[in-house]
């Protein structure tokens, strides 16, 4: 059984830094992809970052050169360095799992959500 297992939010002051962890475990299949989402009250649920099996990263527009994603493929454990955090960063950042299961089917799992809160 797969599971995600995320740390390292908190409340934090404009201008501040945190990182994020997320760690997999359980399950056999192949991992495609690991991701950070996040959802702000009232909101939809936004990607934030993402990196693939290669290493290849995607960001958002509003985090591009404040957060930086990384991967210990040995661990199953993927990181959201974020700095010079803004109020409208705070959100519930979710951990993303793509795994490749049998015949090719992507199956997709999701942590518990941490709570980052950026505030003065």
């Known amino acids: 059984q797969v599971q995600l297992v995320e740390s390292g939010g908190g409340v934090v002051q404009p201008g501040g830094s945190l990182r994020l962890s997320c760690a997999a475990s359980g399950g056999a299949s192949p991992i495609k992809s690991m991701g950070w989402y996040r959802q702000a009250p009232g909101k939809q649920r936004e990607l934030v970052s993402s990196?693939?099996?290669?290493?290849?990263?995607n960001y958002a527009d509003s985090v591009k050169g404040r957060f930086t994603i990384s991967r210990d493929n040995a661990e199953n454990t993927v990181y959201l360095q974020m700095i010079s955090l803004k109020p409208e960063d705070t959100a519930v950042y979710y951990c993303k799992l793509e795994k490749i299961e049998s015949r090719g089917v992507i199956r997709t799992y999701w942590g518990q959500g941490t709570q980052v809160t950026v505030s003065s």
């Open positions: 990196i693939n099996n290669v290493g290849s990263t």
